[in-house]
């Protein structure tokens, strides 16, 4: 028993050499009973941040920060990955979009938004050992496909690169490349049916241009018309 005892009191005086002034407070503070002393392991870890939580949405123009998806299996959709065969990797992100954000796109649009957390997958290469942001895209149904909206930037606006979806044809989808939130997307006028059904072009028009003010909108540059 006074073994024990004595071995107690020998790892108390080691604790107490050891924490310090830190202990020293925790009893000034009025705890009357010998307490543990955890250590904030805290420091010690390494806290992962997603380098791309500001990226860009081309190469050169810095998109505003969103909130990346907790990067744990790659849930790129295949239809993303393949209109970007040079990446490396991709970051998800998601924000959601206010009241008054919405009735501004509505306004423009002529149509309702369908979901107020937008989506969005920013493409990476690490070409040359350094990590760059080579695209970004999106997916939006209409007409019962996904179609992907794939975008540049243009002077710190997302500018439509190119539209792609299986079964519409490539005439009527290549009218979207070089257009942005201040282009008119109606069929008839703007757009040309160009084989595709009418109908599904004009819900397919509809809803790029819904992505492309939604872009805009949260990762646009401000500017006045």
């Known amino acids: 028993m006074k073994q024990k005892m004595k071995k107690l009191t020998v790892l108390t005086i080691i604790g107490l050499s050891i924490v310090g002034g830190g202990l020293a407070a925790a009893c000034a503070a009025g705890t009357g009973t010998a307490n543990t002393t955890t250590s ?24 505003v920060a969103g909130k990346d ?3 744990s299996a790659d849930e790129t959709p295949a239809l993303v990955k393949a209109t970007f065969p040079d990446a490396q990797s991709f970051t998800k992100q998601h924000r959601d979009l206010s009241k008054d954000q919405i009735a501004d796109i509505e306004k423009d649009s002529g149509a309702k938004i369908p979901d107020t957390d937008h989506h969005s997958y920013l493409a990476f290469s690490t070409a040359g050992g350094a990590r760059k942001q080579i695209g970004a895209a999106t997916i939006v149904k209409a007409a019962g496909k996904d179609v992907v909206v794939v975008y540049d930037s243009k002077n710190g606006s997302p ?31 703007d757009l040309k049916a160009n084989g595709a059904d009418n109908a599904a072009a004009k819900a397919i028009a509809s809803a790029v241009q819904i992505d492309a003010l939604t872009m805009q909108t949260l990762y646009g540059a401000a500017h006045s018309h």
């Open 69 to 71: 998806e907790p990067k």
């Open 159 to 189: 500018v439509i690169k190119e539209v792609r979806a299986e079964g519409v044809p490539a005439p009527f989808l290549a009218q979207f490349a070089g257009k942005g939130h201040d282009d008119k997307f109606q069929v008839g006028s």
């Open 40 to 63: 904030n392991t805290a420091t010690n870890r390494a806290t992962t941040t997603n380098t791309a939580t500001a990226g860009n949405v081309g190469p050169s123009n810095t998109m």
